[in-house]
């Protein structure tokens, strides 16, 4: 982090959703080591969060994990009043909480699947953001970005992922949306865009027989990404610490695209 002064997020406090692997455990472990308090969601692996705490806490400063379903409201709202009244307030938000879930033909996705894609991606920011933004507003400070993915640009066209496509798109549109609503709040919302990133969320993933196995789907799209490789998870977690840091202070309504050239 070049770009970020050593304590850049001291006295800040951070939430993190799906903050346990992948994306969201790098971005936690750098908002801690640059000072912040944070907070991450989960939806199952007790273990992988008792493990990421025991990493947070050595930093020195508070954190806590709290499990629950993303896109139940009473379960998220629940969450963000934790890392508010134990915190004191909030001050970043990361909406990383989403995936593919399936990848299916557009005929073969049946209404309950297309509902589960988009609650994941979407009603799941949705919510974090609903409970988590008055307390922003009222301190008349804040930062929240959302992780969305390049086939919010391409549809999800040729690997089965259109639901999740259109899903991103609508985060896209709502960060855009919420941020020239509230350009002048003090509170700032952007976006990264991510391409082909090096997590276990890949083989999480289901797979129809048209697109092969997840190694298939990794190797031909490294193979197109002009870097010719996937990102890893702390390069896009640098891009999301900055825009939530200050030195980002004159960018909201921003989709950034962390794609190795895509």
Known sequence: MTLLRDGEFD?????????????????????????????????????????????LNGFGHRARAVRGDATDAR?????VQVGISEFGGLDVLVNNVGGVIKRVPFLECGEELWDQIQAFNLRSAYLATRFALPAMLEQKRGAIVNVSAFAARNGGAG????PYGVAKAGLEAMTIGLARENADTGVRINAVQVGLVDTPL????????????????R????????????????????AIVYL????ASYITGAVLAVTGGL
Do not use: W
Request: charge should be negative; include cysteine; aromatic fraction near 6%.
């Open 159 to 162: 690997n089965g992922s259109i």
């Open 202 to 217: 890949h083989e999480k993933t289901e797979y129809h027989p048209k697109y092969g196995t997840a190694a298939d789907f």
């Open 244 to 247: 939530a840091s200050e030195a």
């Open 75 to 79: 379960a998220v709202e629940s969450a």
């Open 219 to 238: 190797s031909k799209v490294a193979l197109n990404t002009p870097m010719h490789r996937a990102a890893r998870a702390d390069e896009v977690a640098d």
């Open 11 to 55: 006295g800040r406090r951070a939430m993190i959703t799906g903050g346990t692997s992948g994306i969201g455990r790098a971005c936690a472990l750098q908002f801690a080591r640059l000072g912040a308090d944070v907070l991450v969601t989960y939806s199952r692996d007790d273990e992988a969060a008792a493990g990421l705490l025991t990493e």
